[in-house]
Each structure stands twice: as C-alpha cells, then as structure tokens.
C-alpha cells in the first residue's frame, strides 16, 4: 500500500526564515510521482511541484527548493526567506504507475510565516 | 493551468435534502476527481472518472454518487444530506502523467 508521512503538523516561523517541510513517502511501485500542493486559507489547492522517481535532481524555483532522495524515501520542500504569503498548509502527495493516477496525500503541514 | 469551477462554494442545508454539487473544467482533461477533506485534514478520494460514462469509487467510502456526461462536467450528488456529510468537497481534473489541478471547493454543512 501507499503511503505519505507528513510528521511536522504544524511549523511557525518568522518572516525572512528558512523552512523545511519533510515528506516521507513508502510505496512498492518502481515508477510513481510525487507532488507539492498548498493550500491557502481560501482552500483551494495550488500545484506547486511533480517529480517522477526516475529523476532524483532537486529542482529550484524562485524561493522554493525540492530535494528528493530515493535512498531514504523522501521529497523535502524548502521556501527560503519564508514570507507571511506562504503561510498555509502545504500537502505531499504520492501516485503510483499501471493506470492508478489516484493521489494518496499526506495529512499536511500548516505553516504559519509571521511577520 | 487548468480553470476548474465549482458550484456552490458554501451551502448550508438541513438533513434529508438532496443535493448536488457542481464541477466544471474548461481544459478538455478526459480524468476527474472527486476528494472529501475534513478541517485541517487530509483529503481523501471519493470518486473518479476517466472519461465519459466512466466512474468509479474510490478509496473512501462515500453515501454520493457521480455522474460523467459530458467530459467537462463532473457532478456529486447527495439523496439525502446528513450531518456526517458536513465536510469540504474538492474537484479535480488531469491530462495524463498525474498533475491534477484542483477547483475551488465547496464547503458543506449539514444541520
């Protein structure tokens, strides 16, 4: 079975921080993708990142940086200089290959960036 | 980014009724989701579809039921609303290699 662990539940920083966001995920498909999703207060959810397991490159965008390590099984997600903006809860989510496009999420981490 | 609409976005409704939720995706994807998420809780999936007349349940157990008409429209109904269906209901939908994009929400309350 899939699974995505999420052990930070809540993280409160202060704005300019750095912040790491650690996602642990078990899985016994050889292919699967992982995935970042925020969600703001607003609720609705913004994609952030896709990362198939074959590319194990961590990737930067802006202040958003993804370090994925197949060794340990994880896809941590780090927002440098944190900003009150980013403030909301931040989902990993896990999808297998053979046809499941279904996405198992973590339970999510709330960030709270305070100025 | 796909433009994905739901309707109502907060509906507040007495127990027994029937309801149904609408989603709309204007981006032609063929797959679309249906997931239950509680407050500060993780989201579940409760249906899905990868095209018309296709449907399926999915890992969450779910008193509603879907249909898929037409690609663009995905909706949920409910036949009788009880306080237990008080939840947040997301839409979805994706092309292929998994990305979803995600709607709105509509946040429902039975009372």
């Known amino acids: 079975a899939q699974k995505v662990t999420q052990a930070q539940t809540e993280i409160s920083v202060v704005e300019k921080e750095d912040v790491t966001l650690d996602c642990v995920y078990e899985t016994r498909d050889t292919t699967y993708y992982l995935f970042w999703y925020k969600q703001p207060p607003s609720g609705e959810l913004v994609f952030l990142i896709r990362?198939?397991?074959?590319?194990?490159q961590n990737e930067i965008s802006g202040r958003y940086s993804w370090n994925f390590q197949k060794s340990t099984s994880s896809f941590n997600f780090t927002i440098t200089a944190s900003q009150v903006v980013d403030s909301a809860v931040y989902f990993c989510?896990?999808?297998?290959?053979?046809?499941?496009?279904?996405?198992?999420f973590g339970k999510g981490t709330k960030l709270t960036v305070n100025p | 980014e796909a433009d994905i609409y739901q309707t109502p976005r907060y509906l507040v409704i007495g127990t027994g009724k029937k309801i149904t939720l609408e989603c709309s995706q204007t981006?032609?994807?063929?797959?679309m989701y249906w997931y239950q998420q509680d407050p500060g809780m993780e989201l579940h999936l409760i249906h899905y579809s990868y095209g018309v007349n296709s449907t399926e349940k999915g890992d969450l157990s779910s008193e509603s039921t879907v249909s898929r008409i037409r690609t663009e429209h995905f909706p949920l109904t409910l036949e009788s609303a009880r306080p237990s269906h008080t939840s947040q209901y997301l839409c979805a939908s994706s092309e292929w290699e998994n990305e979803q994009y995600f709607g709105p929400g509509t946040r429902l309350t039975v009372t």
């Open positions: 990362r198939n397991s074959f590319d194990e």
């Open positions: 989510a896990l999808s297998g290959q053979g046809g499941s496009e279904k996405l198992v």
């Open positions: 981006m032609g994807h063929d797959k």
